[in-house]
């Protein structure tokens, strides 16, 4: 075997991948899981870093995935853009949460993740604020006195 190592950083600043050169079969630790999604926990976490990094693995020639958590993935290709989606439908949700006068990080959680059993709450806490710091890097929302607001909405507390 021969691999190739590439620096996935996203989940953890440090993560690496491996691709066998010859199988194509890609080694990705925590970016994806055989069973479920991966927590992307702020600051170790950038969700940012962890999408553009999901984007790339798709973009190389891979085929079986091995996660670090659940069974072998036969179509990684599939796997990651499954993933890239989920993240984009997440994110839109949470940027629906966020209503014309903002909305606080629990209302946020409490609609972006209704979806999800309360035991998986403090997960999507989590998650959440990965995607808010996100979108704040993006200059799509803004956060004040424990308020989150969309950019260019109607909002009572703009040029405060």
């Known amino acids: 075997m021969r691999w190739k190592v590439f620096h996935t950083p996203g989940h953890a600043r440090g993560h690496l991948c491996l691709i066998d050169l ?3 079969a890609a080694l990705v630790d925590d970016m994806v899981a055989g069973v479920g999604t991966i927590l992307i926990d702020p600051p170790e976490g950038q969700m940012g870093e962890y999408l553009r990094q999901l984007a790339r693995l798709r ?3 891979v085929g079986a995935l091995y996660p670090a958590h659940g069974p072998v993935l036969a179509d990684g290709p599939a796997k990651l853009a499954e993933y890239l989606s989920h ?3 997440r994110e839109q949700r949470v940027l629906s ?3 014309p006068y903002g909305a606080s990080a629990e209302e946020i959680v409490a609609n972006a993740y209704d ?3 309360e035991f998986a709450r403090p997960i999507a806490e989590r998650s959440t604020q990965a995607i808010l710091i996100k979108l704040i890097e993006e200059g799509q929302v803004r956060h004040l006195q424990g308020q989150y607001f969309r950019i260019g909405a109607a909002n009572p507390s703009a040029g405060q």
């Open 59 to 61: 973009e190389l020639p």
């Open 115 to 117: 979806d999800v059993a």
């Open 87 to 89: 993240r984009a439908q």
């Open 22 to 24: 010859r199988s194509r």
């Open 97 to 99: 949460s966020i209503g």
